[in-house]
């Protein structure tokens, strides 16, 4: 059954079709060199919301937990 997140579900497809994307942005975003807009369309979403929608749906982490977590590992 599709988890529903707002207005869109997360079908095992869609789930498949969008996890490399989401980790290509996830480390981009971790490496801290890019702004969010500018890895969302490299990595193929139409704006930075549409990609925080995406990853909060498939990853259940935000843009902002994520980046969190990268400035936690380098301390």
């Known amino acids: ?3 529903d997140c707002g207005c869109l579900a997360v079908t095992p ?3 498949y079709v969008m996890e490399p ?23 193929g979403f139409i704006h930075s919301s549409h990609l925080a929608r995406n990853m909060r749906c498939v990853l259940s982490s935000s843009p902002a937990q994520i980046c969190g977590m990268s400035c936690h590992r380098l301390r």
């Open 21 to 43: 994307c989401l980790q290509r942005a996830r480390q981009l975003m971790m490496e801290g060199k890019q702004s969010m807009t500018d890895i969302a369309l490299e990595t």
């Open 1 to 3: 059954m599709p988890r």
């Open 13 to 15: 497809v869609h789930r």
